[in-house]
């Protein structure tokens, strides 16, 4: 008992001098604006005025923002956009890193040339990728509609149909991403040991068989990774719509980080759009939750 | 023991040396060597106003006031610079540090800053703000500051409670910018001050038949376009008292139907879907666009982007004329010490009406300057094209301003909503302006 | 391979179009009148070799502490494995689903409370913590086996001596990436730096960039000569890390 006492205090002295920048930095710039965050959404504090000890107290209104909030449709619908996203970004999104990660793999020349390719629109700023495909999706003016034009067929209205906004933002979000996701497998399927290759070729297995029953498993904290973040920035979701759509057509492309950047800062409504990132970060929360729950079935750590 | 306390040390030294080896490490250390400096550069923003305030008690010694705009960005810090030149010539005594901001960040930042107690001493405001700052007594009263040669209307736009919170600084007005080439293919009438909106109907209709390319107007179905067709009609947004909304009245319906039936029945004026994304001044530059009204800002750009010729006219009416006035103002921060607010009212009231100001920017072709006095600004109708530039003046006499509200942006998204909802065909005008009436008085409390 | 190239190539054509060529039609792939005017557009608008300069010491500053802080983070959590390791990675993971529009304000409040407004100080100093790259790191350190760390410590290593020698060496390539993501994201932020500095000489290239939006009217092919531009430094440090990678994929190679 004791010895276990004393190894578990010293592993703690010994991670100090480790964790102190860090948690340092996780007090000062995550937990107190998390705090204050926290202590508006129960006021009816503007924004638009000076911030003092007295603001709360003063605008104190309860959690009458977060029951607004509940019984509004437009809550429910921004959720349903972002939702809508999720389920054609990961899918989507997943296979292009992963065919991205694969031609890397097995292609040895020009790698060079082409992971500089790939990771292009990586480094591009939201900006100029938002606007770049503003005009590629153009539907008279774009790329796109203009190779669907060869083959006979014409192109959907992208950004401006309600329907087709979406899959656009999808797209541009695609590919502005699978290059970072694509790469960080492709370092995963390198870190690969070569054995269990060759074991797997022993036992006669095929290629296909390789990639689902040895490549998968071992690439599976990779993908973990690959899974949360891609879900945590999905909810996230803002610069591109804000300039590809703007939320429209009609609210069909409205989501949950631009309401909340609106009513902050163009509705002056401080305290209801703090609340409404108090109702974001729940979702997330158990969303991740449920997957740290759900890794301890498909994720494999080595050690 | 001892290993981990030495290796605690050498944890902590690390992150010293990194520290002050990133300012060390840059080869410009006057200005970059942050972390030191840190204490005597953070008193710049927040101790102006005190030093200087000290500072200006004994005569003779200068003050720095902070000055912060958008309408410089994109392409007129120069412009700016140059104004502040000539007003330091005549009050040496006064700094101003400038700061340029794109207007889609502007907003942003001076909240935050003002949040956090360190907004500049002065700056620019738009009509849509501004009711939301003076509501929250952000902005300093300008009593006794000179006002006399400023236009009254723009002048009148930024009161509050009575009360004058800005001067303005420039203005702009909507005309109806007309293709002449393609008004002359259709074989049509150039239009004049005497049309109505059904005048504009016909003409459009007649150079829509020039191709199915080739469009007639393009008056997009926005909340902007709506209030002033709106008054056009006869309509208002808000009752005349300013206590309760308007939206769906008869006059606003009939508006809004005349709008969306250019989209949908006549499709003189492109859809969403024809558009395919590009803006409505490409389109006009393109040369397929016979007649779009838009802002007098559009001048330089056309004179520079259009191989054809075009000019302008007052934009039409119906049962009367309306037009569109845009102003930026200035206003002085209530929280600026006195000496600060004395200062910044001097250089607004030098930016706003003095002569030099004002030739500066007609010289630079940037926008006129919000004066009353027209004779100043007789150079701006010497430039050409358009020709029929008098019209900027003519359409002085029907501006139409959109209500001074503090829920202004709140207001003017849900009837963007609504009004596209009616040009996409979604809803009809009526029931799309019956569903913003009800959204406004659920959401906003005009008090 | 398609997919990606033909917005790149869209970006350079329009960078090289002049105004009236923006919108023709039928669409111009290759532009008729290419034009170098957009770029000494750029050029001129501000002072450009100075917001270089501050770009590139923010950044790299920013990437250097990142990386420092979040490294000894992850290896304090996933190596060292103290009780509390996984409530506090928990922590760090719940942090990132924070919106930043919301804790803008408060952000902005600390700073003022530290007298931090309008210094470098300010746009980097956030670097010390970044839960995206503790996330990063430890998912990555959890897949390196123990067995190095048992041998250093048989071998009489402290915990400094293993977190520089053995880990670190092996999580070059994640290192590599890392840095390059955050030095992106450095480089391109905006807001952040836009709302802290006022000052005209500290301002960074982005910002910078930002003011060619004017309130009425925005040239794109001014715009995108100015993101292309922007890009290239971005470009040369990604190929720098690049060569990185590669030597640590073989470095970690060895291990099995």
């Known amino acids: 008992m004791m010895t276990t006492m004393s190894k578990e205090r010293k592993k703690i002295i010994q991670a100090i001098p480790f964790m102190l920048p860090s948690i340092i930095g996780m ?22 005025e000076k911030f003092t000890i007295h603001t709360i107290p003063e605008h104190f209104v309860g959690l009458s923002n977060y029951a607004h909030l509940l019984s ?18 990961i899918p989507l999104g997943f296979v292009f890193s992963m065919v991205i990660a694969l031609i890397l793999n097995t292609e040895k020349k020009l790698t060079g040339v082409m992971r500089v390719l790939f990771y292009i629109p990586v480094l591009t700023s939201w900006v100029a990728a938002s606007l770049i495909w503003k005009w590629v999706l153009s539907s008279q003016y774009g790329v796109i509609n203009s190779i669907i034009g060869i083959f006979g067929m014409s192109g959907p209205d ?16 695609v590919w502005k991403d699978m290059g970072y996701y694509g790469l960080y497998i492709f370092g995963g399927l390198r870190g690969i040991d070569p054995t269990y290759y060759e074991a797997a070729k022993v036992d006669g297995a095929g290629k296909f068989r390789t990639l689902i029953s040895v490549t998968m498993p071992l690439l599976s904290p990779t993908l973990f990774y690959c899974l949360i973040m891609s879900l945590i920035n999905a909810f996230q979701l803002f610069p591109q719509v804000l300039i590809m759509t703007e939320g429209g057509p009609n609210g069909a492309t409205q989501v949950m980080v631009e309401r909340i950047y609106t009513y902050a800062f163009s509705y002056f409504k401080m305290g209801y759009a703090a609340a409404y990132s108090w109702l974001l970060f729940l979702i997330i929360l158990i969303l991740t939750l449920i997957q740290l729950k759900v890794q301890k079935v498909w994720v494999h750590y080595e050690s | 023991m001892k290993r981990k306390a030495i290796s605690v040390l050498m944890q902590l030294s690390m992150m010293a040396t990194l520290l002050s080896g990133c300012g060390s490490a840059n080869p410009d250390t006057a200005q970059t060597e942050a972390p030191k400096e840190t204490v005597t550069e953070s008193s710049s923003v927040e101790e102006i106003s005190s030093e200087s305030s000290a500072e200006a008690a004994e005569p003779g010694k200068a003050i720095t006031i902070t000055y912060a705009n958008f309408n410089a960005s994109g392409g007129n810090e120069a412009t700016l610079d140059s104004m502040y030149q000539a007003f330091h010539e005549q009050n040496p005594d006064i700094n101003v540090e400038i700061e340029t901001i794109a207007m889609d960040d502007y907003f942003t930042t001076l909240q935050t800053r003002i949040a956090g107690g360190t907004a500049p001493d002065c700056f620019e405001m738009n009509i849509e703000n501004f009711a939301a700052y003076a509501s929250k007594g952000i902005l300093a009263e300008l009593s006794g500051a000179d006002t006399t040669g400023l236009n009254q209307t723009a002048l009148s736009a930024f009161t509050y409670d009575g009360k004058q919170y800005a001067l303005p600084e420039n203005f702009s007005t909507v005309v109806l910018v007309y293709n002449k080439d393609l008004f002359d293919q259709a074989g049509i009438d150039y239009p004049t001050s005497s049309w109505t909106r059904e005048d504009v109907d016909k003409a459009a209709e007649a150079i829509r038949g020039l191709g199915d390319n080739i469009f007639g107007i393009y008056q997009p179905v926005t909340y902007n376009e709506f209030y002033k067709v709106a008054a056009q009609y006869g309509g208002s947004l808000v009752s005349a008292d300013g206590k309760s909304f308007t939206i769906n009245s008869e006059e606003n319906i009939k508006a809004l139907q005349s709008m969306v039936d250019r989209v949908q029945k006549t499709n003189v004026q492109p859809t969403e879907e024809q558009m395919g994304g590009m803006g409505d001044w490409d389109l006009f530059e393109s040369g ?72 500066i920017r007609l010289d630079a072709g940037w926008d006129l300057p919000a004066l009353s006095d027209m004779d100043a600004l007789s150079s701006y109708l010497e430039i050409t094209p358009p020709e029929n530039r008098e019209a900027v003046f003519e359409s002085l006499d029907s501006l139409v301003l959109p209500p001074i509200i503090t829920d202004y942006s709140q207001m003017s998204d849900i009837i963007s909503d609504a009004v596209s909802k009616a040009a996409s065909g979604e809803s009809t005008p009526e029931e799309a302006l019956n569903e913003a009436q009800k959204l406004c008085e659920e959401q906003i409390n005009l008090q | 391979m398609v997919i990606v190239t033909i917005p790149l190539y869209w970006m350079i054509s329009t960078s090289l179009k002049s105004k009236g060529a923006l919108m023709a039609l039928p669409i111009q792939w290759i532009p008729k009148k290419p034009t170098l005017n957009s770029y000494k557009k750029v050029f001129t608008l501000f002072p450009f070799a100075r917001a270089i300069a501050n770009s590139a010491f923010i950044t790299i500053a920013y990437v250097v502490i990142t990386v420092l802080s979040a490294s000894m983070a992850a290896f304090a959590i996933s190596k060292i494995r103290f009780k509390g390791a996984n409530v506090v990675f928990a922590m760090y993971l719940t942090s990132m689903m924070i919106p930043v529009q919301i804790t803008l304000i408060p952000m902005f409040i600390i700073m003022n409370k530290f007298s931090l407004i309008n210094t470098y100080t300010s746009v980097i100093s956030p670097a010390i913590f970044k839960a995206f790259a503790v996330f990063l790191l430890v998912q990555n350190m959890r897949a390196l086996p123990d067995d190095y760390l048992e041998a250093a410590r048989i071998d009489g290593a402290g915990m400094f001596k293993i977190y520089k020698d053995v880990i670190m060496p092996m999580m070059v390539p994640t290192i590599a990436t890392l840095a390059i993501t955050t030095f992106m994201e450095a480089w391109n932020d905006y807001l952040w730096p836009l709302v802290m500095l006022s000052d005209k000489n500290k301002m960074t290239l982005t910002l910078a960039l930002n003011t060619l939006n004017g309130q009425y009217d925005t040239e794109y092919n001014v715009l995108m000569a100015g993101s292309l531009i922007s890009m290239i430094p971005i470009i040369i440090i990604y190929i720098i890390a690049q060569t990185q990678m590669k030597q640590g994929i073989t470095v970690g190679g060895v291990k099995g």
């Open chain 2, 288 to 359: 397929r666009l016979g007649m779009i009204p838009t802002g007098t800002w559009c001048f330089n750009t056309f004179t520079d982007a259009c191989d054809f010729s075009w000019d302008i006219c007052v934009e039409p009416g119906q049962t009367s004329k309306a037009t569109h006035f845009f102003a930026n103002a200035l206003v002085v921060n209530n929280d600026a010490s006195d000496e600060a607010k004395e200062a910044a009212k001097k250089w607004l009231s030098f930016l706003a009406s003095s002569d030099e100001a004002a030739k």
């Open chain 1, 27 to 48: 007090v000062i710039f995550s937990l107190f604006p998390i705090i204050m965050a926290t202590a508006l959404s129960m006021t009816d504090w503007s924004g638009l």
């Open chain 1, 158 to 173: 992208w950004l401006t149909n309600k329907y087709w906004a979406m899959p656009g933002i999808v797209l541009a979000s």
């Open chain 1, 72 to 89: 509004h449709k437009e809550f429910w619908s921004t959720l349903l956009h972002v939702v809508y996203y999720i389920v054609l970004y």
